[in-house]
Each structure stands twice: as structure tokens, then as C-alpha cells.
């Protein structure tokens, strides 16, 4: 896979993004946006075009270039043709996952940078969940399940990889992109080209050939001839597909088998076996006008509001911010010690505060109510962490108790927590705590004779770590077993860095 940032029409990163269209059969497609509030009057802004090639040269099977388009800095009247040509092209599949959406948005963005209509429509496009939730049927004779399954867990189910969502929220308009922003876009675009190459198999499966006997009379000419070789016979069917194309948009008899192409773009037809994915699982994406309207808001009814009640959605604006002395306040009683008790919406960022020592649990049940948590909370001493505003409400239940993290990425949570509760951190502290349970290690290291008898029946220790002089530590709580290893010092450099110690 071969990144390339384009940003400019006047860039050799262009002209490559130009060449790699007329070499590729196969496109796949995803867009990035800064988020926006759910309530918002207008459509979010596409700030990148993600575009995988599969490049159909002979010798280049498994070649493929990436583009991420920045539409911040490109002029896009200037890539609205390229685009929309092969948008409709009939020569190229393209891929996408929910990718309806994503052109909704992009119409609106290059709408109102002077591309007047913006895009309509995707023709010959292949949706990763239809075809996920196809062989799921043909394998397992099941349904296509009511939640609608992300991309990562198809491509951990499928090809065994994770694919890290954790950029997904980042702020996509900020210039210049991060090095992890460009590798996690061309992933997310890349990937869909991995997963169709693994169903394009299966999707072979039960294909019948169109005999040109079974063919209308008025297409006899196009396929007619004494040439059977693949090449041919692909580019006679491609032409067979235009005459049909044209006969049903525009209701016209074409009896002579002669149409042009409403597409500019000069692409390779696709080869036979291609062609016949296209024809039996293909779908087009054709945009109404009610789609490139964005919902109104709904109209909400007028109440009076007192006095007090104005006073307390003040406070609760205000309440965002940390005021007032932790729990674990000496001034309060306190043992000085931080503890904190987070979310499901801030769950990630557990396991990072207790990487640095930190004291951070979660609720033992999955779905807490919110009286749940603040209980919880009020009993241990614990400052409740969460994005949820909803239980900014309850400030009055659990004062000075209550913090609501605004930072999206979990290592920014994490300073975020620090800065804001003014915690110290030092290298001691670094994995002290079980990142699983989060409770303490046992004062005194095992020896391997020890860690192999607390083992027995609840951990496996690789045969690798007998020969070695190494000292294992066990939580009091959940008795998991830890060992400085590869991992172990790998965790100690993340977060020197991050927390920005000194060695």
C-alpha cells in the first residue's frame, strides 16, 4: 500500500491519482469530517477523500495506491469532474461501507464550493455490509442482524486484524494531519479492498454466465465476432452493458448498439469475473432531493422558565469545569490518595490512569443507572469521570464529585485528568497497579518455581520465560500474574512519554 497526499492539481501526487483511475477496475471509497452536534441545521463538512486503487496490471495484482484528498486545500471545482466521472464510471467498482452518507456530505461540501448539483450518484458500487450480511446468510442460513455490525469487527472477524477507531472523533480540519490521522484514513479506505479480495470467492460461487443467445436481438451486433479471447469479450459486454444502461434510463430503442458515454474518464473495462460481481450483487446509489436536505430541527414547544430553573442550567454549564477540592482532600479528611470512578463512555481511559499508577475503577454491572453511579461514588470517595452531560444534573447528589472529560483520545484524557487534578506522577509509579481489576500487587516478587504453582489452572506462562531470571508480581485482587517483559517495558516508554517524565 502506497500513500500519497493530495493537495494540489498541480502535484505529481495528482497526476498519479489521475494515471491510477485509468488503471484500476476496483475503487474503493471513504470520507473524513470534523464531528458536529447531533442538533446541527447543516450537513458536516468533508475535510478528506480517502481513495484505494487496486491497480488491474497484469504484473501490479497486489498493488495498491491510496490517495487521502485534502478538500481544505484543494481547489474542488478543479477535482469535481475527475471525481464524479468516476463516480459513474461503469468500467470501475467501487467499494464503500455505508458510503451513502459520506456522498450526501461530500455533495453538500462541493455544493457549496461552487459545484453546482454537488454528486447525484454512484453507479456499479458493491456495500461491504450487503455482502457481509450475504454470506453470512448463505453460510449460516441467519438474517442480517438488526445492529448493523462496524467495520472493525468485520475485519477482526474476517481478517483477523484490529482496526483502531480511536482517531475516528479527532478533528479532521485541523492542518497539517498527524502521521497516525494519514495511516489510520488510508486503512480505513485500504481495508475494503482486503475484505472484498476475501468474499470475491465466495461471491463467484452460483454466477451463471449470459449466453449471447439469451441476449435482446438489438445487441447482436455488439457481440458478434469471430474474437473470444477474455479482453475482447470484456469490452464487448461493457458495450452490451451501455446499450442496456441507455435503453432503460432514457427509454430510447437502440437498435444500431452504438452509445456514448456520459463519462470522460478513460478506465480498462473490468474483466469477465469482475463483471459478473457487478451484474449479480451491484447496486447504485442515487441521491433524492429530500437527501441533500438536512433535517430541521424539530420544534419544540415553548415553556416558561423560572428564575431557578435558569440558575441551575448556569450551574450546570459551569459544573463542566472542576471546582472545589477532591474527596481525597486532606481539607475534607482525605487520605490524599486519588481515586476515581469512571463510565462506560470513559472506560478506555481506566486502564491508561492505572498504567501510571493511578487508582481507577469501573462499575462492576455493565449498564448502571445514573443514582447507581453516584452512589458508588459517595461511598468510595471516588471524583465520577464521564462525558455523559446528562449526569452533570445530579451535581447536587454528589457535590465536587462530578467531572466531565472533554478530551476524545485516550492519551488526552489522561493528561487531561492530571493537569486538571493536579496529580503527580513519577516513573515508580508506572504498571503498580493490576490493569485489569485495578488492585494492588503483592509486596514480595515470585520466583518462576512460584509464578508456575500460582499459575496452575488460571494462567499460562510461556515455556520462553523458564530459562530467564525474571520476577513476577501477583494482584491481591484477581491473583493475575505479571512479569517485566517485551510488553511490560514497551508500557513503561508509552507512558514516560506521555506523561512526559524524565528516565
Same mark, same amino acid.
Given at each position: ?290 437527501? +441533500?436536505?438536512?433535517?430541521? !430541527?424539530? &420544534?419544540?414547544?415553548?415553556? =416558561? @422558565?423560572? /428564575?431557578?430553573?435558569? *440558575?441551575?442550567?448556569? #450551574? ?75 449526569? +452533570?444534573?445530579?451535581?447536587? !447528589?454528589? &457535590?465536587?464529585?462530578?467531572? =466531565? @472529560?472533554? /478530551?476524545?483520545?485516550? *492519551?488526552?484524557?489522561? #493528561? ?88
Amino acid at each position: 500500500m502506497k500513500i500519497y497526499l493530495v493537495s494540489s492539481t498541480d502535484s505529481p501526487e495528482f497526476t498519479r491519482l489521475k494515471w491510477s483511475f485509468t488503471r484500476s477496475t476496483v475503487i474503493a471509497l471513504d470520507a473524513e469530517w470534523k464531528p458536529q452536534r447531533s442538533n446541527s441545521s447543516s450537513f458536516p463538512t468533508v475535510t478528506l477523500l480517502q481513495v484505494a486503487c487496486r491497480l488491474s496490471h497484469p504484473s501490479d495484482d497486489d498493488v495498491s495506491d491510496v490517495f487521502l484528498i485534502d478538500l481544505t486545500l484543494i481547489h474542488l471545482p478543479s477535482v469535481w469532474e475527475l471525481l464524479n466521472d468516476m463516480f459513474v464510471s461503469p468500467d470501475v467498482l467501487k467499494l464503500g461501507f455505508r458510503f451513502k452518507q459520506d456522498l450526501v456530505y461530500l455533495s453538500s461540501t462541493f455544493t457549496h464550493h461552487g459545484c453546482e448539483g454537488g454528486f447525484k450518484e454512484v453507479k456499479q458500487y458493491l456495500d461491504i455490509t450487503s455482502v457481509y450480511n450475504y454470506l453470512q446468510h448463505k453460510r449460516f442460513g441467519r438474517k442480517a442482524p438488526k445492529d448493523i455490525k462496524s467495520l472493525a469487527a468485520i475485519c477482526k472477524e474476517m481478517l483477523d486484524i484490529s482496526l483502531s477507531k480511536e482517531l475516528q472523533c479527532s478533528d479532521w480540519s485541523h492542518r497539517p494531519l498527524t502521521e497516525e490521522q494519514k495511516l489510520y484514513a488510508a486503512t480505513d479506505a485500504h481495508c475494503l479492498l482486503q475484505l472484498f479480495d476475501v468474499c470475491k470467492t465466495h461471491l463467484d460461487e452460483g454466477i451463471t454466465v449470459i449466453e449471447p443467445r439469451e441476449i435482446n436481438v438489438g445487441l447482436k451486433e455488439i457481440l458478434s465476432g469471430s474474437d473470444h479471447t477474455s479482453k475482447i469479450v470484456t469490452v464487448k459486454l461493457c458495450k452490451a452493458t451501455d446499450v442496456i444502461r441507455a435503453m432503460s434510463e432514457n427509454g430510447q430503442n437502440i437498435a444500431n448498439g452504438v452509445v456514448s458515454r456520459k463519462t470522460t474518464l478513460n478506465t480498462m473495462p473490468m474483466d469477465e469475473n469482475l463483471l459478473k460481481i457487478v451484474r449479480k450483487y451491484g447496486e447504485r446509489i442515487l441521491l433524492k432531493e429530500s437527501d +441533500l436536505l438536512p433535517k430541521k !430541527l424539530k &420544534k419544540k414547544t415553548r415553556r =416558561r @422558565v423560572s /428564575s431557578s430553573t435558569m *440558575n441551575t442550567n448556569k #450551574l450546570l454549564v459551569c459544573s463542566a469545569d472542576w471546582q472545589g477540592p477532591p474527596p481525597w482532600d486532606s481539607s475534607l479528611g482525605g487520605d490524599g490518595c486519588p481515586k476515581f470512578l469512571l463510565d462506560v463512555m470513559v472506560e478506555g481511559l481506566a486502564k491508561h490512569l492505572r498504567c501510571v499508577g493511578i487508582d481507577a475503577a469501573v462499575p462492576h454491572s455493565k449498564k448502571p443507572d445514573s443514582r447507581e453511579l453516584l452512589d458508588l461514588a459517595v461511598k468510595e470517595n471516588r471524583v465520577l469521570l464521564t462525558r455523559d452531560t446528562k449526569l +452533570l444534573r445530579h451535581q447536587d !447528589l454528589a &457535590k465536587h464529585q462530578i467531572y =466531565r @472529560v472533554k /478530551s476524545l483520545l485516550k *492519551n488526552e484524557q489522561l #493528561l487531561e485528568v492530571i493537569e486538571t487534578f493536579q496529580l503527580k506522577i513519577s516513573g515508580d509509579q508506572l504498571m503498580s497497579r493490576c490493569t485489569k481489576c485495578n488492585g494492588k500487587f503483592i509486596q514480595k516478587p515470585l520466583t518462576i518455581e512460584e509464578a508456575i504453582e500460582a499459575a496452575k489452572g488460571f494462567q499460562r506462562i510461556p515455556n520462553c520465560l523458564f530459562n530467564k531470571n525474571l520476577e513476577f508480581w501477583q494482584c491481591m485482587n484477581c491473583h493475575q500474574l505479571y512479569w517485566e517483559g517485551t510488553q511490560y517495558h514497551n508500557a513503561v516508554q508509552k507512558f514516560m512519554e506521555v506523561c512526559k517524565l524524565s528516565e
